[in-house]
């Protein structure tokens, strides 16, 4: 299976500050129709998750635009340019390109 | 805008067979995989399998030999089945759409394992 590696595990910000998650994977993440499955899911307390970014830099309708994934090959980073209270919880990368689907451990997004 | 809403028992003895069902509202199933994850208390996600509207399915090598995914398209629903549970099984299981081009969740079910 490929191997979803996030940092931090905990993210404490002051609110308005700038936040970044990295996630690494395993084996490539470039599949053979050219795209990158990466995806990144937002759970605030007690939600299902929610999609903010996929194809790595792709947001979803509705996600704020301070919001930003970037990265290639084995690397990426999901950007919250000024955090605002409600972006508390948890953060999961995902990769669709190699089956079994896998997440990265979560990142947890916390208020100072 | 599609919803997906999953119903189910939610406490099994070991040994049982977990049962859910996730209908979708306001979509067809199109060309979309459907698909099911869970999440352990306090835990991260796992990807457990997915189906499509012609009935292909994917499993997760590690559940493989107790999942049975099945849909029903007249119906608008698809079913998840984990035959011999453990307590290793009790988690939250979701429901979800996740293509490119959307992403739909349903509201979760927990499902306790317990003698």
């Known amino acids: 299976d490929v191997v979803m590696t996030q940092s931090p595990l905990s993210l404490p910000v002051t609110l308005g500050q700038p936040a970044s998650i990295s996630c690494r994977s395993s084996?490539?993440?470039?599949?053979?129709?050219?795209?990158?499955?990466l995806n990144w899911f937002q759970q605030r307390p007690g939600q299902s998750p929610r999609r903010l970014i996929y194809?790595?830099?792709n947001r979803d309708s509705g996600v704020p635009d301070r919001f930003s994934g970037s990265g290639s090959g084995t690397d990426f980073t999901l950007k919250i340019t000024r955090v605002e209270a409600e972006d508390v919880g948890v953060y999961y990368c995902?990769?669709?390109?190699?089956?079994?689907?896998?997440f990265g451990q979560g990142t947890k997004v916390e208020i100072k | 805008q599609v919803q997906l809403q999953q119903w189910g028992a939610g406490l099994l003895k070991p040994s049982e067979t977990l049962s859910l069902t996730c209908a979708v509202y306001?979509?067809?199933?199109?060309?979309?995989?459907w698909s099911w994850i869970r999440q352990p208390p306090g835990k991260g996600l796992e990807w457990i399998g997915e189906?499509?509207?012609?009935?292909?399915?994917n499993y997760n090598p590690s559940l493989k030999s107790r999942v049975t995914i099945s849909i029903d398209t007249s119906k608008n629903q698809f079913f998840l089945k984990l035959s011999s549970v453990t307590a290793a099984d009790s988690a939250v299981y979701y429901c979800?759409?996740?293509?490119?081009?959307?992403?739909?969740w349903g509201q979760g079910a927990l499902v306790t394992v317990s003698s």
């Open positions: 306001g979509g067809s199933f199109s060309n979309d995989y």
């Open positions: 194809k790595v830099s």
């Open positions: 995902m990769q669709a390109t190699h089956w079994p689907k896998t």
């Open positions: 189906i499509n509207h012609s009935g292909s399915t």
């Open positions: 084996q490539s993440l470039v599949y053979s129709d050219g795209n990158t499955y």
């Open positions: 979800a759409r996740i293509s490119a081009g959307a992403c739909d």
